[in-house]
């Protein structure tokens, strides 16, 4: 079948099929991970370093599966203001011969009131109450730049009451005009307004905000990135996104050409940072060497997606596993 049905098809096993993978798990089949695995970053406890990275849940139906399938957090989105159909298709394609995926979906989804609702309705479940939920927000394609502070405002505000962290994406390839935000001029008032946006709907929970930033950054913007997030107290950076240095067709490359870059930019910006602020390296890890190198080069934490499209929903117990042996 066609990539993106098969990513429908997927989404829709894990929302509906989601008791039966609690089965799995209460068999030790798709085993949580050990107690041993926990860590806390950002005043979060997660159960292991792994999670899900964003993409996959785009708007926010699937999480008790995913969670019960092992990932210590599922990073739902991205999520626009608006609803929006995203790209004509096709838009999404397997890049076999390197064990990639790549897509120009465009921030397809439901819009940040339909996803605050699902999440709403998610955290009145036993399940959903115990799971740790990221919100990667974005902005509209029809939004301008000038405007787009105001989008990421609202999804912050809208979105917060229910995040255990937010994520600012200003870093995909597939929205016109999106990563010229990652220039510091230009990120700054989205960052600020994302803040503000989520302090105001959280009512006095401090909810932690990252900002996710592309492979294909020169390393000098990469610096920049990070001085602001140092100056502005921002909780963390997820590090990276889909690569546009390819030439295999448009959209962005996900999957094992990027985990060198990203392994290189985790690395940078821990040496940046210092050894507070939360780094979650996202690119590549299709293994635990994998994710034990993203950790050794500074993640906090790690996260995957195409990986669990070719290794199936048996993946990150068997990861889960390998990083607690390690």
């Known amino acids: 079948m066609s990539t993106e049905r098969a990513h429908h098809v997927a989404v829709a096993a894990f929302r509906y099929g989601w008791p039966l993978v609690g089965v799995a798990r209460w068999l030790r089949l798709m085993p949580a991970p050990p107690a041993s695995a926990a860590i806390d970053a950002m005043g979060v406890r997660f159960p292991s370093r792994l999670g899900l990275a964003a993409g996959l849940d785009k708007d926010a139906v699937a999480v008790k599966g995913l969670w019960l399938a092992g990932f210590s957090h599922v ?15 096709p838009r999404a394609w397997r890049e076999l011969d390197v064990r990639g995926l790549r897509n120009r979906m465009g921030f397809n989804n439901d819009g940040a009131d339909a996803a605050a609702r699902r999440l709403s309705a998610l955290r009145t479940s036993r399940v959903g109450k115990r799971a740790v ?23 912050a505000r809208v979105l917060a009451p229910y995040a255990d962290y937010l994520v600012v994406n200003v870093s995909s390839p597939n929205t016109p005009g999106l990563r010229d935000l990652q220039s510091v001029d230009a990120l700054r008032p989205i960052l600020e307004h ?68 990203s392994l290189d930019v985790i690395a940078r910006l821990r040496v940046r940072v210092g050894a507070q602020m939360c780094l979650i390296g996202v690119g590549g890890v299709s293994s635990a060497a994998d994710a034990q190198a993203m950790i050794d080069a500074g993640a906090t934490l790690v996260q995957a997606y195409t990986a669990l499209v070719y290794e199936g929903p048996f993946w990150p117990s068997r990861v889960n596993k390998a990083l607690s042996n390690h």
């Open 194 to 261: 994302a803040r503000a946006g989520a302090d105001e709907g959280s009512s006095g929970r401090r909810v932690p905000l990252l900002v996710k930033i592309a492979p294909d950054l020169a390393d000098a913007d990469i610096d920049a990135v990070a001085d602001l997030a140092m100056e502005l107290g921002l909780d963390g950076i997820v590090a990276t996104n889909t690569t546009i240095g390819h030439e295999r067709g448009p959209g962005g490359l996900s999957g094992p050409p990027l985990l060198e870059r």
């Open 133 to 155: 939920v990221g919100v990667n927000i974005g902005k509209n394609k029809v939004t301008t730049a000038e405007g787009a502070a105001l989008d990421y405002a609202y999804g």
């Open 75 to 89: 990073e739902i989105g991205t999520i626009t203001p608006k609803a929006q159909p995203g790209n004509e298709q």
